[in-house]
Every structure is written in C-alpha cells, then in structure tokens.
C-alpha cells in the first residue's frame, strides 16, 4: 500500500514562495515518475509538475518558470518549490506517480496553499 504525506503548505501573500515536501513509502520510490497535482477551490485537480525517475522535468504553461520541481531518491522525498506565488495557485496540491502509468488510487492528505492578493 502506497503512502503519500504532503506538507509545507501556508499562507502567503502574492509574489510569496513555498517549499512542499512530499514523503512516499510503500513503494520503490526511484522507478516512477512523480508529480504535484493541483486542486482549485471547485474544480477538478489536475497535474502542474512532473519528475521522471532519469529527473526531466515538465511543467504546465501556468506555473512554468515560477515553480521547481525535484526529487531525493535516497529520501524517498519529492519537493516543489514555488516562488512568485498568485492568488490562482491556491488549493490544496498532492503528490502521486505521474506519467504512462497513471496515478496511485490512494491519495495522501494534501497540503494547503492559500495566496492572498
């Protein structure tokens, strides 16, 4: 059974930066592609960062150039990093395997972002 606990999420005012951190057992963690998913105050969640387990990166065109994303394979750990923050990034983000496979069933709990204008 995979695990995923989320953290590091706040409140912060726009142009803000946040760090989340995401922890995975359960699970060979280095063989699979990860990612940060977004889920907006009544819509759907969707994915705005990935991590292939060689470490390229891809981004959605909305977060592309503010956010980060990496990954600590002997942690079993996986961070975002999230700088010049908008009040359209508020939500609560969860991490999950990402790419061909598609993602786990089980979800962590999430973790909060609200950007204040």
């Known amino acids: 059974q995979v695990q995923l606990v989320e953290s590091g999420g706040g409140l912060v005012q726009a142009g803000g930066s946040l760090r989340l951190s995401c922890a995975a057992s359960g699970t060979i963690f280095r063989i699979n592609s990860m990612g940060w998913y977004h889920q907006a105050p009544g819509k759907q969640r969707e994915l705005v960062a990935a991590?292939?387990?060689?470490?390229?990166?891809s981004y959605t065109g909305s977060v592309k150039g503010r956010f980060t994303i990496s990954r600590d394979n002997a942690k079993n750990s996986m961070y975002l990093q999230m700088n010049s923050l908008k009040p359209e990034d508020t939500g609560v983000y969860y991490c999950n395997r990402a790419g061909g496979l598609g993602y786990w069933d089980s979800w962590g709990q999430g973790t909060q972002v609200t950007v204040s204008s």
């Open positions: 991590i292939t387990s060689g470490e390229r990166t």
